[in-house]
């Protein structure tokens, strides 16, 4: 008999009781958590920001200014760099969503042929291997100034993820499902949407999760080349004139909005994947 076994047959009197930790854990419940241990992790973030800066003065002031400094920057230019965070989030968004169809697509397009991922695969690699950031002028001469070169170079940093979550979810059915869709005579497009699809579905998100942060990325390199508005383009303004407070208030609201973005991704797949929490094991 394994140990498991042993365990399972004990008495449940002799099985042993909660921690007070654990049961404080229970008390507290996952929406607790959730979002105190983020607001604590930023707390403890700003608290070293500021003993850096304030207190021991270890980094110089426009390298860094101290966080007391970077809020009332942020106040006394709300009005700009709220307006600049629209912009900001706008691109994102709708880069982020270009790039999710576009990779979705190609994903499956790759895992429907063995000789069309064969054909494909290193061109992909390539593409993601070159220097977004070298792109940048290339990309303004070719499409102009505005959306079009930031929508792009968000474009190239999120896609491959996706490719590559979406091709990898596609092709690793559990065997046990697709024995199962054999079995019942399912159709090639029934076993895609009941089985393969579904199955696939977490790997996916797992390259959207990868892909939103590299799309707020995308976003402020674009604005630096080409942007009319938005915050990276306000970054390059203050720091023209040496108001490097305000261009750090505005590195904080991209870091926010980066943040929201992805918890807000997190809950979508946590709306639309509710049986991956009950069948998965947990920390």
């Given amino acids: 008999m394994t140990e498991l076994q042993e365990r399972a047959a004990e008495p449940a009197t002799t099985r042993p009781t909660p921690t007070p930790a654990r049961a404080g854990a229970r008390r507290l419940g996952p929406g607790s958590a959730a979002i105190g241990l983020p607001l604590l992790g930023v707390l403890v973030a700003m608290v070293a920001w500021w003993l850096v800066t304030s207190v021991f003065h270890l980094v110089h002031p426009a390298s860094l200014p101290p966080p007391e400094d970077v809020f009332r920057a942020l106040v006394e230019n709300w009005s700009v760099l709220l307006e600049a965070t629209g912009a900001t989030t706008l691109s994102t968004v709708v880069g982020f969503l270009l790039s999710t169809v576009a990779g979705v697509l190609i994903g499956l397009a790759l895992a429907a042929s063995r000789r069309v991922e064969r054909m494909f695969s290193p061109l ?160």
């Fill in 124 to 283: 992909l690699v390539a593409v993601n291997a070159v220097p977004k950031i070298a792109l940048g002028p290339l990309l303004v001469v070719s499409l102009g100034w505005g959306q079009k070169p930031i929508l792009t170079m968000v474009f190239l940093l999120c896609f491959f993820p996706i490719v590559l979550s979406t091709a990898t979810g596609l092709t690793t059915t559990p065997a046990e499902l697709a024995e199962l869709a054999r079995s019942l005579n399912a159709s090639w497009w029934q076993a895609f949407r009941k089985v393969r699809f579904p199955a696939a579905l977490p790997q996916i998100f797992v390259g959207l999760k990868v892909a939103m942060p590299l799309a707020a990325i995308g976003a402020v390199i674009g604005e630096f080349q080409a942007g009319e508005a938005g915050l990276g383009y306000q970054i390059l303004q203050f720091n023209g004139v040496g108001a490097y407070s305000t261009s750090w208030a505005a590195i904080v609201l991209i870091a926010t909005m980066s943040i929201v973005l992805y918890f807000a991704l997190m809950l979508l797949e946590r709306l639309a994947l509710p049986w991956v929490r009950a069948t998965t094991s947990s920390r």
